[in-house]
């Protein structure tokens, strides 16, 4: 798949017409025309994602060419302190992924310039696809799924030298990387962080931890540190349990924002946020164990277990804070949403000791 500067970036829901997704699908497939399109769905979150059902023309169905997808873009939505994070998903498919083979929508068309990004991408609402939501937990044999997807993409970049500042990766930002960390910094403001605390999500909240600002941001420089104490590899970036999906092919994820990042910043943050309170205590080290067996019979060394134990604590502070703040900049999820995300970081922190690991590193 090549990015072709001739077409044009979308800034408007009527741009997405029959002669843009012509143009989209012509770069590999010469005759083709898109007679018809229409806009059958509209999700919005950070980004706007658009469903459209398109009727080709012979050359089209010959091909056998989608009759429906997802166009994703910012659309005008967001100001520019979120440009890093769509430039970052746009180069995600077009680079990396489409080299992997890893359970994720088939990516059509990924283009950008300017900070403004699009991605045409394969629509999965198949019969034969369930689709994970914020709200329902997931079971063990689907966390299973998705941490093998993990550990898959994990384990083909562990500490390679692609990812270093000079590597044909470092385009790629850090995990808690300047505009990522000026995103955490923004949210723990006092007046801020404080508005939040009032919330249902915040309410919920033990005060033991939440209470201190000033001691989260300290928290979360301690452990922006500590990140790069740890070999480096890929990460998804966002596993949350809206980003998950089950199909014939086993779980999968989508929503990509890739990170060079430590393994723990992709499995601390999603066992911890899409397990039930409950199912997380009494699952998340027979998963967490699952995860490190996947990385050896993949052919890396893994670390301990006790190191990874220790790891996955103190990484409990980037969930904990972003789902407390979700919503910042926009409103991505309803309060419910926000609520049992926050919640489920919030117990995680309170039973491991989420500060204490990270202030006295034991």
Not at 34 to 39: I, L, P, R, S
Not at 215 to 223: D, G, Y
Request: charged share 20%; aromatic share 12%; with cysteine.
């Amino acid at each position: 798949m090549l990015y072709q500067d001739r077409i044009p970036i979308p800034m408007t829901f009527g741009e997405v017409n029959a002669e843009w997704i012509t143009a989209v699908f012509a770069q590999h497939h010469p005759g083709i025309c898109a007679q018809t399109v229409a806009q059958v769905d509209e999700m919005i979150g950070a980004c706007v994602k658009l469903r459209i059902a398109i009727d080709w023309n012979a050359a089209g169905r010959s091909a056998a060419l989608p009759s429906t997808v997802i166009v994703k873009g910012n659309f005008g939505r967001q100001g520019p302190e979120l440009d890093f994070m769509f430039e970052d998903e746009m180069r995600s498919y077009r680079d990396v992924l489409s080299q992997m083979n890893l359970n994720v929508p088939a990516c059509y068309h990924a283009g950008g310039r300017g900070g403004r990004t699009i991605l045409v991408l394969e629509d999965l609402a198949t019969p034969d696809c369930t689709f994970g939501t914020v709200a329902r937990p997931l079971s063990f044999t689907e966390a299973t799924l998705v941490l093998d997807q993990l550990a898959a993409l994990h384990a083909r970049y562990w500490d390679d030298s692609e990812l270093a500042d000079h590597g044909s990766l470092a385009w790629i930002s850090q995990s808690l990387s300047t505009d990522h960390f000026a995103f955490i910094c923004r949210i723990l403001e006092p007046d801020r962080w404080r508005h939040y605390l009032e919330l249902p999500r915040g309410v919920a909240a033990p005060r033991a931890t939440a209470g201190d600002p000033a001691r989260l941001l300290s928290a979360f420089l301690a452990q922006q540190a500590f990140h790069r104490t740890a070999p480096q590899t890929l990460c998804h970036g966002d596993a949350h349990g809206a980003n998950n999906y089950f199909n014939r092919n086993g779980g999968g994820l989508f929503d990509w924002a890739l990170r060079r990042a430590p393994w723990f910043y992709d499995i601390s943050y999603f066992i911890a946020g899409t397990l039930d309170v409950v199912d997380r205590r009494n699952w998340e080290w027979a998963l967490l164990q699952y995860y490190l067996g996947r990385l050896k019979a993949l052919g890396v060394t893994p670390p301990s277990f006790e190191e990874a134990v220790y790891a996955y604590r103190r990484e409990l502070i980037y969930g904990y804070v972003l789902m407390i703040g979700n919503g910042e900049i926009d409103a991505y999820w309803n309060e419910a949403a926000n609520t049992a995300a926050a919640t489920r970081f919030a117990m995680a922190a309170e039973d491991h000791a989420m500060l204490a690991a990270i202030e006295s590193g034991e």
